[in-house]
């Protein structure tokens, strides 16, 4: 992506995302600051297309900005509201202000009822983007105001999740234009997390140069390295994935199956991220005062949200399993590396 | 501080070399049971390597001028992966092509690059590496064998061991002290090329766990060398041998080795319908970890591409690579086990069990599992 437009947006996150700010929000604080300061920043625009009065970016361009809502582990859904402005621009929805969020499937959908549980940032979204389920809305995915939902914690702490449901929700728009909301959500929920591991991996480099025992610092001992190199590896590998599930097709639409290579190796990379990471922490990472927390409670909650790994491995070997092609390297190059522009 | 692997794609000029590559390999695949194809890259078959070099294809990073194709490494890796994904036996000019041919070409005399270039692009001098030894394997640094001089060139006396092929190449490049003493490291150290037919040359083989013999022991005893067997300077055989580490981990060979056994096993699941919800989500998983892989490694072939060493980076490929073709077989068998009323070919079996016998070597040729995380934890700036 455009170095001048990532290195801006990485400078505006240090500046306005700190930990404080995170705590503060995490605990109940406003939003309205913090998503002022992005409003102006013109970056909650940048998948508006540029007739529209946006920066025009496809989903490829602002991969590296979704990589660094997770790297300053970003307390409001900016990655979700560029992408949702993005389909309401296109769908000639006037772009209501506030965060949006997208819910993943709802539990229940009826004429009456709209029920959707853990939706990533629903305690604090404004507008709720949520794919359709069955018959009611006719196949139509819909964005709902959140202020007419009844809203309950999910009583996790410090978790931003929300169930919300709506009564009655024909208050809510249609998004006439089918989108896979489910498989772009997953996408960059991937490099949200790849981001918040170059944070984990980053912090706990450092505090293995940084704590010594048996007169030297942690990091000097080689089962302390190994474990820190299989960190670097995985990091990697989420990120490098990540990007590759941000790539469309050649149409210009979702490649959904490279979507589903993204969430699932970054969501497997996940646990044993976290687990390295609080491994070498011991005890210091798990308080509430050292920032390893803010990154790794995250990664946790991540690692589920819009399916696990295990649900993107079935949706891609099923591909496998019903291609036409004759090996394993005749599926691969078409499904996911075909469109890949130069760079 | 390792670099971010940033993803890209294999520019066109390098893929339209896939078509013919893929044609060619596919009269080859259709003769040869996938099975015997489970050998993949250890599969030795000299005329297999002979009718790649008629069609151009053997040394085709080398420049025409001795014989090469004059080819980018983006052009290498088109050609090596359908040549790997479809599991052809490439083994016989393997190391020629992906090392020596380079080594040669960047370190060489002009006389050497003439004389083996060529023969190394026509597939009649195939190499091996002569690396490890009885008392130096992770610790390479520590070789004892050592090249004297001589009025007329080197004396050459010592012993390499697990030396992949040397049964049946022509040449090996081994890294030899040619002067200090082990107390030395990586001082003191050079790369020669040894005809394995001199006098003083024993290839002994070495029988593996499979019932192959692909490894050796190879005895020099007052071998002449002439002056001409020296590669590059005299002493600094340990930075040439780093050099071309970065070609050696990060290709596609270090995430195809296990591919014909999963394709063998997905081509059992489709015809007997008998693919349950664990084995479609065990058979995403793999294509999900080969598709990562494969975007790792086209990333670093960029860096090689435009001249750049990245070491690091192919390391930590080579980790993460040889991880999933190691995974590929035991997950295979779990998932066959759990069927036991089901009839599983023979043949699934054999390649199966093949793979999951000789696999432990995926991570130790080109450098052991420790090795190569401790080098990425030296680029983490631990070291």
């Known amino acids: 992506m455009d170095p001048v437009l990532y290195d801006s947006f990485d400078r505006l996150l240090t500046d306005i995302s700190t930990p404080r700010v995170i705590r503060d929000i995490e605990s109940g604080g406003a939003t309205d600051t913090l998503w002022q300061q992005i409003a102006e920043s013109g970056f909650a625009d940048a998948m508006v297309a540029e007739e529209a009065g946006g920066a025009g970016l496809g989903l490829s361009d602002a991969f590296g900005l979704f990589f660094l809502c997770g790297r300053h582990a970003l307390p409001v859904p900016l990655a979700q509201t560029m992408i949702a402005r993005r389909v309401l621009a296109l769908n000639g929805i006037d772009i209501p202000d506030g965060p949006i969020a997208i819910s993943p499937l709802p539990v229940g959908h009826t004429e009456a009822r709209i029920e959707c549980r853990n939706i990533p940032f629903g305690s604090l979204a404004q507008f709720v983007i949520v794919p359709h389920g069955h018959a009611p809305s006719k196949g139509k995915d819909l964005l709902l105001p959140a202020s007419a939902a009844a809203c309950a914690a999910t009583g996790v702490h410090g978790s931003q999740q929300a169930h919300l449901s709506w009564d009655l929700p024909d ?95 970054a969501s497997e990379a996940a646990g044993t991220v976290v687990s390295i990471a609080h491994g070498v922490h011991a005890a210091m990472g798990i308080t509430e005062e050292y920032d390893l927390q803010l990154y790794t409670r995250r990664l946790i909650e991540w690692r589920i949200d819009y399916g696990s790994a295990g649900y993107w491995n079935r949706r891609v070997g099923d591909a496998v399993l019903s291609t036409e092609a004759p090996s394993t390297l005749e599926f691969m190059l078409p499904a996911f590396f075909a469109d890949i522009a130069p760079r | 501080m390792i670099e971010p692997l940033s993803l890209t794609s294999i520019p066109p000029h390098a893929e339209a070399l896939r078509p013919a590559v893929r044609d060619f390999v596919r009269t080859y695949t259709s003769r040869v049971p996938l099975e015997q194809r489970a050998h993949s890259w250890m599969g030795f078959d000299a005329d297999f390597s002979r009718a790649l070099a008629k069609r151009g294809w053997v040394g085709v990073t080398l420049p025409k001028a001795y014989g090469g194709a004059g080819l980018d490494a983006f052009s290498r890796f088109v050609l090596i992966e359908e040549l790997l994904g479809n599991s052809t036996p490439v083994a016989a000019h393997w190391i020629a092509d992906r090392q020596s041919g380079p080594l040669i070409l960047k370190f060489g005399t002009e006389a050497q690059k003439d004389f083996y270039l060529p023969r190394i692009c026509r597939a009649e001098a195939f190499f091996c590496i002569g690396m490890s030894e009885p008392q130096s394997g992770s610790d390479l640094a520590s070789v004892r064998t050592r090249a004297t001089k001589t009025g007329s060139g080197w004396k050459l006396n010592g012993q390499k061991i697990w030396t992949t092929n040397a049964h049946r190449s022509h040449y090996m490049i081994a890294l030899v002290r040619t002067s200090g003493s082990s107390e030395d490291r990586h001082k003191g150290l050079s790369q020669m090329i040894v005809d394995l037919s001199a006098p003083g040359v024993r290839v002994r083989q070495i029988r593996d766990l499979t019932g192959d013999a692909h490894f050796n022991e190879v005895f020099f005893e007052d071998v002449e060398l002439g002056e001409d067997a020296l590669v590059g300077a005299e002493g600094s055989g340990w930075d040439q041998v780093t050099a071309e580490l970065a070609f050696e981990r990060s290709g596609p060979e270090r995430f195809y080795s296990a591919i014909s056994l999963f394709d063998v096993w997905l081509a059992y699941l489709r015809e007997h319908h008998s693919a349950d919800a664990w084995a479609r989500e065990l058979a995403g998983r793999i294509v999900t970890h080969l598709a990562v892989l494969r975007a790792m490694s086209v990333a670093v072939t960029e860096q090689l591409a435009r001249g750049n060493s990245p070491v690091l980076e192919a390391a930590l490929v080579k980790d993460l690579g040889t991880e999933l073709e190691q995974y590929i077989p035991f997950a295979i068998s779990e998932e066959l086990g759990r069927h036991p009323g089901h009839h599983v070919p023979d043949g699934l079996l054999r390649a199966l069990a093949y793979v999951t016998q000789i696999c432990p070597t995926y991570s130790l040729r080109g450098g052991t599992r420790e090795i190569l995380r401790g080098m990425v934890a030296r680029g983490l700036g631990l070291r």
Not at chain 1, 204 to 216: C, I, L, M, N
Not at chain 1, 249 to 265: E, I
């Open chain 1, 171 to 265: 208050s809510g728009i249609v998004i006439e234009g089918a989108f896979p909301w489910l498989e772009v959500a997953a996408a960059i929920t991937a490099a949200q997390m790849a981001g918040a591991m170059d944070t984990v991996l980053k912090t706990t480099v450092r505090y293995a140069g940084e704590r010594s025992q048996f007169g030297r610092p942690i990091g000097k001992f080689q089962a302390i390295q190994q474990q820190l190199s299989v960190l670097a590896e995985l990091a990697t590998a989420s990120r490098v994935g990540a990007e590759l599930g941000c790539q469309p097709l050649a149409s210009g639409a979702t490649n959904v199956l490279a979507a589903a290579v993204a969430k699932a190796r």
